[in-house]
């Protein structure tokens, strides 16, 4: 069974973007983030309410990093360091050479084609750093902009599960997608 070890946490650069390490510095946009409406409307997760829930958000990750269990970076903007979203790996299923790919991004920042650039670094470090054979990716059905960016990225359409997820008193709908490795012959 192949292993790659996120520490040292492995720091992405795009041309605009910086992906780094999250640290509980980043607890008020981590808070924004997690608690902004527009943001969480597709995500099957509870608003983040307090400054607490979002340091301790922070502190879960790092650990989830330490175990090496998935990977989490902050995209900031590589001119002025703004921290804009996030980017992460995780059902990570080192057997099968294969993972999801989570996404955010603030609202302000939507639309720039910032989350694409970072998920084009993202897949470069799956494919040619870790060697995954296949990446994937989960959305509620309606969520367009993640459906758009997943399937501008060469991500294929693989299930749509009927009202598979409970959450907030209402079954909805999951869409997988997943991106094989480029073939290099």
């Not at 720091?11 to 969480?40: G, W, Y």
């Not at 990093?65 to 980017?87: H, P, Q, R």
Request: aromatic share 12%; glycine share 4%.
């Amino acid at each position: 069974m192949k292993s790659f070890k996120f520490l040292p946490f492995p720091e992405l650069q795009t041309d605009r973007l910086l992906l780094r390490r999250l640290e509980i510095k980043d607890e008020c946009e981590i808070f924004q983030l997690r608690s902004d409406k527009i943001v969480s409307k597709y995500l099957t997760r509870h608003l983040c309410k307090t400054m607490e829930e979002a340091r301790a958000f922070i502190q879960k990750i790092n650990v989830a990093i330490e175990n090496n269990e998935s990977v989490y970076w902050a995209i900031c903007l590589k001119k002025d360091k703004k921290f804009i979203g996030t980017i992460c790996l995780w059902n990570i299923s080192w057997e099968n050479e294969r993972a999801e790919v989570g996404f955010e991004l603030l609202p302000d920042f939507q639309k720039k084609g910032y989350m694409r650039e970072a998920l084009i670094k993202v897949l470069d470090f799956v494919f040619n750093t870790i060697h995954f054979h296949s990446i994937e990716g989960v959305v509620i059905s309606g969520n367009q902009p993640s459906i758009n960016i997943l399937e501008k990225s060469h991500f294929i359409r693989e299930g749509y599960f009927r009202e598979n997820v409970f959450f907030n008193g209402t079954y909805l709908d999951t869409i997988v997608y997943s991106l094989m490795k480029p073939n290099k012959n």
